[in-house]
């Protein structure tokens, strides 16, 4: 089944512990980004990838890290995490070039405390 | 970091009334985006606009790319309760960034049977 899947789901942390957010897609696509979805703000691109070893900086990218080493997978890196970064993040791929559609992930639900 | 001005924010309608929903922005976008996004679900793209004044149905949806590139708009007919969620406008400029996606901040339907 073509997916993006996403680990964990769920994440309560504390302040300061790096941790990492994985994301994976089957579809062979080069494209992938990164949103957090907030209260009132809707979603918010964080970073993006247009290939591997290709990223580049979305709408608010301070505070986070990612890396495109392989083309399936594109994690997010928080390396001291706050708590204005708790959100449900969502990972999304889709073809790239020539087409705007997107498949997203299931979200993973973080709490910094 | 920049966002759309989507509107109404919310709206609860009875099943069968069409319902109408707009997205503004105060710079130009070359593609424009409706999503859907279920409960606990990451967004579904329903429509995609790439040129001015361009009316693209999907079902019961219809979509407009604002004449001046700065809007559009959904129109849902004769709703069902399954159209229950939140909708998101997405735009894409290029001179932002290739693959830089801007969100709208969600209009949440509710339909009452």
């Known amino acids: 089944e073509a997916q993006v899947t996403q680990n964990p789901r769920y994440l309560i942390t504390v302040t300061g512990k790096k941790l990492t957010v994985t994301c994976s897609q089957n579809m062979n696509h080069e494209y992938m980004s990164w949103y957090r979805q907030d209260p009132g703000l809707g979603l918010r691109q964080i970073y993006y990838?247009?290939?591997?070893?290709?990223?580049d900086k979305g709408d608010v990218p301070e505070g986070y890290k990612v890396s495109r080493k392989e083309k399936r997978n594109f994690p997010l890196i928080l390396e001291s995490p706050s708590p204005n970064q708790t959100s449900l993040y969502f990972c999304?791929?889709?073809?790239?070039?020539?087409?705007?559609?997107?498949?997203f992930g299931p979200g993973t639900r973080l709490t910094v405390l | 970091g920049q966002q759309l001005n989507q509107s109404p924010q919310s709206m609860f309608i009875q099943e069968g009334e069409d319902v109408s929903m707009n997205c503004t922005s105060s710079s130009i976008f070359n593609t424009w985006l409706w999503y859907k996004q279920d409960p606990g679900e990451g967004p579904v793209l329903l429509i995609a606009?790439?040129?001015?004044?361009e009316l693209t149905s999907n079902g019961r949806l219809t979509a407009q790319f604002g004449i001046t590139r700065k809007d559009s708009f959904l129109n849902i007919s004769a709703s069902i309760p399954s159209d229950v969620g939140i909708y998101f406008c997405a735009g894409r400029s290029l001179t932002s960034g290739t693959y830089k996606y801007i969100f709208g901040t969600g209009t949440r339907l509710k339909v009452l049977a």
């Open positions: 990838s247009m290939n591997v070893e290709v990223t």
């Open positions: 606009l790439y040129k001015a004044g």
């Open positions: 999304a791929s889709g073809k790239g070039w020539g087409t705007d559609t997107q498949y």
